[in-house]
């Protein structure tokens, strides 16, 4: 397993460079018009991290009156459509349109990386979906040496923007991602599979990948929390293996304390429960007792819905007795409203508030 210990120094160099640049800023340099920069101690403070129901479609906000969170999700393909030509108002009119509610920005990359990209890469691999969930599409080489190099320069975009804006709490890392929105699940057929490692995917470029994806993020953002989907197991086009994940996700928890939202993708009714205490970090013998086990002021979590027809009411409670910090989803109409306030509720009760100045 890779050392990440010159990662954080340089990472620490940049935000120390960052702070420096930042204390010369005005009012008038803030990007997103009308925004007010934090000053005082909440500058130096972590925005909250995400609790109680979320939603990832923002009209739904309706149904759960209570919640204050939310998630927004575009493709880098929208967000920066040509190279260095970046495209938020999508993003913005979300925020305009919710004032009160604090979002996750999540940018799906993989097959839903802008053509430029593609092309910069070494070009694009189609890949098919292994289950119903997912989509055919012409996934980018993240692989690629240059792939880091934009993909930096991305997120430092994104930070410009709303690294002071209050409402963006959490900035999810897609980087090294095919099919779905996860860096540790290929989700492909095996011809898909081959294809990748013919392309050259390998486990150790893969690895490189999301160290590198996550210290550009931790590099860019110093009071925006980044998020990071887990699996079950690592996928990788050879094997699988949970152990190789658990290590890898320990060496960035420890490497960013508190700064690292960890989630899972895909709670469903069926799903083995593991509730709260879980197992240690170090040995746990499972992603949902590894999640268990973690303590939500130093890492906070959650899980992400995937029903295929089966029971909401059982799923959420079984994130509910996980320890889950927040629960995500589409909308949450399959529960009553009693319902649906009594687990928002249980959620906010399971996680102290995660931020210095919430």
């Avoid at 919640?67 to 260095?84: K, L, R, S, Y």
């Avoid at 050879?238 to 152990?243: F, N």
Wanted: charge should be negative; aromatic fraction near 8%; glycine fraction near 8%.
């Amino acid at each position: 397993m890779r050392n990440l210990s010159t990662r954080l120094v340089s990472g620490l160099c940049a935000l120390a460079c960052g702070a420096a640049l930042g204390a010369g800023c005005s009012p008038d340099d803030d990007p997103r018009e009308g925004g007010a920069a934090p000053s005082g101690d909440a500058a130096a403070g972590l925005k909250p991290a995400l609790s109680g129901l979320v939603v990832t479609e923002p009209p739904a906000l309706v149904t759960v009156p209570y919640a204050e969170f939310g998630t927004i999700t575009t493709t880098w393909a929208e967000v920066e459509p040509d190279q260095g030509s970046f495209d938020f108002s999508a993003i913005d009119e979300v925020l305009t349109e919710h004032p009160d509610i604090r979002f996750r920005l999540r940018v799906r990359t993989g097959r839903d990386a802008p053509y430029w990209l593609k092309q910069a890469t070494g070009g694009c691999i189609t890949v098919h979906p292994s289950t119903e969930n997912g989509a055919t599409g012409c996934t980018a080489k993240f692989w690629n040496e240059s792939f880091l190099d934009h993909y930096s320069v991305l997120m430092e975009e994104v930070a410009r923007r709303y690294e002071e804006d209050p409402q963006v709490v959490d900035v999810a890392n897609s980087a090294c991602s095919t099919a779905y929105a996860e860096p540790f699940i290929l989700g492909v057929d095996e011809r898909s599979l081959m294809l990748l490692e013919e392309a050259g995917l390998t486990a150790e470029n893969h690895e490189e990948c999301i160290i590198g994806s996550t210290d550009a993020m931790m590099s860019s953002f110093t009071r925006t929390r980044v998020s990071l989907a887990g699996h079950g197991a690592w996928e990788f086009t050879d094997g699988r293996s949970w152990e190789a994940e658990r290590d890898l996700l320990n060496e960035l928890r420890a490497t960013y304390p508190g700064r690292l939202v960890l989630e899972d993708h895909g709670l469903g009714p069926d799903d083995e429960v593991c509730p709260v205490p879980g197992e240690s970090a170090e040995t746990a013998e499972s992603w949902h007792c590894y999640l268990a086990g973690l303590p939500t002021a130093e890492t906070p979590h959650g899980w992400q819905l995937t029903l295929n027809d089966g029971s909401m009411s059982v799923a959420v409670w079984a994130g509910v007795d996980m320890g889950a910090c927040y629960l995500e989803y589409a909308a949450f109409q399959q529960l009553s409203e009693d319902e649906r306030q009594e687990v928002h509720e249980a959620l906010v009760d399971n996680c102290p508030v995660s931020s210095d100045d919430g």
